[in-house]
């Protein structure tokens, strides 16, 4: 089962940033937070990911709580391109050194123009 | 250029076929994933593989196979199709030789498989 959870969905203006929040309240030290979105029928895309400082780049930001147990997707400045399941996933190990990612349902967002 | 393409885009077929999907990724990397991603949304890993080390999860049917002629592709076999092999199929792939050790995964566009 997914370690993560999100709002079903969200609803946003365009040109404005967007907080997509998750809970992880059951992380572990060493688990890694991912963040993917699938665009409408399309394969996953990669995000960004984090482990404990606050991490950019071009796509977004992610803003990591002090103990860990939530995180927050940043969109600055939202379009309709950016309309899709976001997915927020924590890196579940497998052992010997292999890691899985286990999907929850994700966050819907919706952007107005 | 495509970094993870999947072919056939769709697959209609009847019960009891076997059928493939190709997968192929010019990324360079050492390991592939797939993925099935049912009616619900939810996407499930199936099997990740480097040319080493096969890793199944314990939940998918015997009747589905990986095979890799060579570090670019990964193809999924499918024997006795069910209606409930009904989904999406996505690849994946990696760098590194453990599955997900660099953290980031390249997925293709999926193969949208009907079993009538």
């Known amino acids: 089962d997914a370690k993560t959870t999100q709002p079903n969905s969200m609803e946003s203006n365009e040109e404005e940033p967007v907080h997509l929040p998750c809970n992880h309240s059951?992380?572990?030290?060493?688990?890694?937070i991912h963040w993917y979105r699938q665009l409408p029928s399309q394969g996953p895309e990669y995000v960004i990911h984090?482990?404990?400082?606050?991490v950019n780049n071009r796509m977004a930001s992610l803003a990591i709580a002090e103990d860990r147990k939530s995180s927050t997707l940043i969109l600055h400045r939202a379009t309709l391109r950016d309309a899709a399941v976001y997915y927020c996933?924590?890196?579940?190990?497998?052992?010997?050194?292999?890691?899985?990612?286990?999907w929850g349902a994700g966050t819907k967002l919706i952007i107005k123009p | 250029d495509t970094a993870v393409s999947q072919t056939p885009k769709y697959l209609v077929t009847q019960m009891g076929n076997d059928k493939s999907i190709k997968c192929e990724q010019n990324?360079?990397?050492?390991?592939m994933y797939w993925y099935k991603q049912d009616s619900k949304k939810f996407l499930k890993i199936m099997f990740s593989?480097?040319?080493?080390?096969?890793?199944i999860n314990e939940t998918v049917p015997n009747r589905f196979s990986p095979k890799s002629p060579d570090k670019a592709h990964l193809n999924l076999h499918i024997n006795s199709l069910e209606l409930g092999d009904s989904a999406v199929y996505f690849c994946?792939?990696?760098?590194?030789?453990?599955?997900?050790?660099?953290?980031?995964?390249?997925f293709g566009p999926g193969t949208r498989l009907t079993v009538l």
């Open positions: 990324l360079g990397h050492d390991t």
């Open positions: 994946a792939s990696s760098p590194g030789k453990k599955a997900l050790s660099y953290n980031e995964q390249f």
């Open positions: 059951t992380i572990s030290g060493t688990d890694y």
């Open positions: 984090g482990l404990t400082s606050n």
């Open positions: 996933i924590l890196r579940d190990p497998l052992g010997d050194s292999n890691y899985q990612l286990i």
């Open positions: 593989y480097n040319n080493k080390e096969l890793i």
